[in-house]
Each structure stands twice: as structure tokens, then as C-alpha cells.
């Protein structure tokens, strides 16, 4: 679908005082190169990235900067504490991002994408560690994105602290599972979204394919962010135009609203002025 029919039948993504076109916000990282991770980003139709802020995460191994290779008047850079397992750690690193951005003048300086993560082996959000660095970013004045699991009373949490989006995950980041707890992410969405239809909630780590993708934006999510499903793809490219594909399709299935499910067949062309007749029901052929 091209942009202007995408405008024609939704509304763009607002997240705080960011205006999205794209429901797909993509991350930089895991990819061979800057430059196979330069033409993913343009495939996919993203208008912002996520980045990893710690001085050794922007260099290559060859010294290069990941900065240098991203469009910045293109893209709205979206800075993430990933890494960070405090919410010391993860302060810290979120205001070194706005330090980061602010040099750049990129309009990305004013939020951040809060990870503090529980152990290295999940990858699993630590929900109190959480909880203390999102009170403290908004006090000082950040639009938090908060990355978490899928607990609704948590996610209502973070709303109450004043995140200004709360992004509940699929499943483990990196791990491709997809949506494991959909009723979750369902009970997720009418916590956070109950008198307020449009706070934006976004399915975040753990999708591998494009059919993950437009899962969880049938389920009512306002958008999805993900990395190595691209990065780690054996075509990255390809999976980029099917990621971008996935989003609008998954979304433009929620907003026109799936037919209910059924037991039984229900015939799509008329039953009257048919040739022949019906057979008769199985329990009435028996007793024939």
C-alpha cells in the first residue's frame, strides 16, 4: 500500500509530541554492515530508528560510526539504554542520548526507549528496576517509551508514572516466537487504552516474520518495533519490504474488523433460484 492510500484510511502514529507516518520502528543493530543496515531501513518505510546510545555500541569494528550512516533530517532517531540491568545504569545512559542528539539537533533528544533489562539470559524487562528509571526520566523530563512484559498490571503502571507509551513484549528479544500471549497483549490494550483510545501501546522484541507482525497489529497494537527479524534474516533487504508490508496489512485488517468466526460454513452467494436440491442433513439420511 503506498503512503497516500496508508493516510487515506488511518491517522498517523502519535507518541507524545512525535508524529509517526510509520507504525514500524525499526532498530539498528545486529546488522552485517552500515551498509547493508543503510538499505533495510530505507525498504522499510520506517521514519524512526531506535539506537543504542552506549559509546561502544555506535563504533564498528573498524572504528566506524553507526551516525554517520543514518539519514538524519530522514529519520527521527529514538535512543535506547539497551544493555543497562539498573535503573542507575539506564538514567545515566538515556541522558547521554539526549547529550548525543542534542548535538545533532535531532528531534529524537527529548525521548528515549527504556530497557532495564532483568539477566542476560531472557533479556526480560526487570518490572521494578523499570518502574524506578521510568519515574525518574519523566521527572526529568523525558517522553519515556517503556520496554516490559506483557503483565497488564505492570503496563498500567508505567502509564500512571507517565510513560508516554508502553511497549509490552511479544516474546524474548532476539528469540522470533512471535506473539506468545496474545491474550495478554489483549488485556494489555484495554487497561491502557480504557478512556484513553489513543495512547499508544507497541508490541516490542521477540517477532521474526512479517505474519508476527501483522498479528500483532490485528490484536490493536498501535505499532510494532523490532530489529534482528531484519538484521538476522537470511535477506535482509527482502524482509524489510515484508516487515513494511506486514505493519500496514495488520493494521488495515483491525481498523476494517475481521468477520466473527464460525463452527459451521456460511455460503457466500445466495441459496434461493439455485439448480437442484439441497442434500439432507446426515441424521435424517441415516434413518431413510
Same mark, same amino acid.
Given at each position: 500500500?503506498?503512503?497516500?492510500?496508508?493516510?487515506?484510511?488511518?491517522?498517523?502514529?502519535?507518541?507524545?509530541?512525535?508524529?509517526?507516518?510509520?507504525?514500524?520502528?525499526?532498530?539498528?543493530?545486529?546488522?552485517?554492515?552500515?551498509?547493508?543496515?543503510?538499505?533495510?531501513?530505507?525498504?522499510?518505510?520506517?521514519?524512526?530508528?531506535?539506537?543504542?546510545?552506549?559509546?561502544?555500541?555506535?563504533?564498528?569494528?573498524?572504528?566506524?560510526?553507526?551516525?554517520?550512516?543514518?539519514?538524519?533530517?530522514?529519520?527521527?532517531?529514538?535512543?535506547?539504554?539497551?544493555?543497562?540491568?539498573?535503573?542507575?545504569?539506564?538514567?545515566?545512559?538515556?541522558?547521554?542520548?539526549?547529550?548525543?542528539?542534542?548535538?545533532?539537533?535531532?528531534?529524537?533528544?527529548?525521548?528515549?526507549?527504556?530497557?532495564?533489562?532483568?539477566?542476560?539470559?531472557?533479556?526480560?524487562?526487570?518490572?521494578?528496576?523499570?518502574?524506578?528509571?521510568?519515574?525518574?526520566?519523566?521527572?526529568?523530563?523525558?517522553?519515556?517509551?517503556?520496554?516490559?512484559?506483557?503483565?497488564?498490571?505492570?503496563? &498500567?503502571?508505567? %502509564?500512571? /508514572?507517565? #510513560?508516554? $507509551?508502553?511497549? +509490552?513484549?511479544?516474546?524474548? *528479544? @532476539?528469540?522470533?516466537?512471535?506473539?506468545?500471549?496474545?491474550?495478554?497483549?489483549?488485556?494489555?490494550?484495554?487497561?491502557?487504552?480504557?478512556?484513553?483510545?489513543?495512547?499508544?501501546?507497541?508490541?516490542?522484541?521477540?517477532?521474526?516474520?512479517?505474519?508476527?507482525?501483522?498479528?500483532?497489529?490485528?490484536?490493536?497494537?498501535?505499532?510494532?518495533?523490532?530489529?534482528?527479524?531484519?538484521?538476522?534474516?537470511?535477506?535482509?533487504?527482502?524482509?524489510?519490504?515484508?516487515?513494511?508490508?506486514?505493519?500496514?496489512?495488520?493494521?488495515?485488517?483491525?481498523?476494517?474488523? &475481521?468477520?466473527? %468466526?464460525? /463452527?459451521? #460454513?456460511? $455460503?457466500?452467494? +445466495?441459496?434461493?433460484?439455485? *439448480? @437442484?436440491?439441497?442434500?439432507?442433513?446426515?441424521?435424517?439420511?441415516?434413518?431413510?
Amino acid at each position: 500500500m503506498n503512503a497516500i492510500a496508508t493516510q487515506q484510511f488511518d491517522q498517523p502514529l502519535k507518541i507524545g509530541t512525535h508524529v509517526l507516518k510509520s507504525r514500524l520502528i525499526v532498530g539498528t543493530g545486529k546488522y552485517e554492515t552500515f551498509e547493508v543496515m543503510q538499505q533495510a531501513l530505507e525498504l522499510s518505510g520506517s521514519d524512526c530508528l531506535t539506537v543504542a546510545v552506549r559509546r561502544e555500541r555506535l563504533y564498528d569494528p573498524h572504528g566506524r560510526n553507526i551516525l554517520d550512516y543514518i539519514d538524519l533530517d530522514r529519520y527521527t532517531l529514538l535512543p535506547n539504554t539497551a544493555g543497562c540491568y539498573n535503573a542507575r545504569d539506564a538514567v545515566r545512559t538515556a541522558r547521554l542520548g539526549r547529550e548525543i542528539l542534542e548535538g545533532l539537533e535531532n528531534p529524537g533528544a527529548d525521548w528515549v526507549k527504556l530497557e532495564c533489562l532483568a539477566d542476560t539470559k531472557t533479556l526480560l524487562p526487570h518490572p521494578v528496576e523499570t518502574l524506578i528509571a521510568c519515574e525518574e526520566l519523566v521527572k526529568d523530563g523525558f517522553q519515556v517509551l517503556c520496554y516490559t512484559t506483557d503483565d497488564p498490571v505492570i503496563a &498500567r503502571r508505567l %502509564k500512571d /508514572l507517565g #510513560a508516554a $507509551a508502553v511497549m +509490552p513484549a511479544g516474546s524474548p *528479544i @532476539g528469540s522470533g516466537q512471535g506473539i506468545l500471549n496474545p491474550n495478554n497483549i489483549r488485556i494489555c490494550l484495554e487497561y491502557l487504552k480504557d478512556g484513553d483510545p489513543d495512547y499508544p501501546v507497541i508490541v516490542d522484541a521477540g517477532v521474526g516474520a512479517a505474519s508476527d507482525v501483522a498479528v500483532a497489529m490485528e490484536l490493536g497494537v498501535d505499532g510494532v518495533l523490532l530489529n534482528t527479524a531484519i538484521a538476522h534474516a537470511e535477506d535482509p533487504l527482502r524482509m524489510a519490504v515484508a516487515m513494511k508490508c506486514g505493519i500496514e496489512a495488520g493494521r488495515m485488517s483491525f481498523l476494517a474488523g &475481521r468477520i466473527p %468466526k464460525r /463452527l459451521y #460454513a456460511s $455460503a457466500s452467494s +445466495p441459496e434461493e433460484g439455485v *439448480i @437442484g436440491q439441497k442434500p439432507a442433513p446426515r441424521w435424517e439420511a441415516a434413518h431413510d
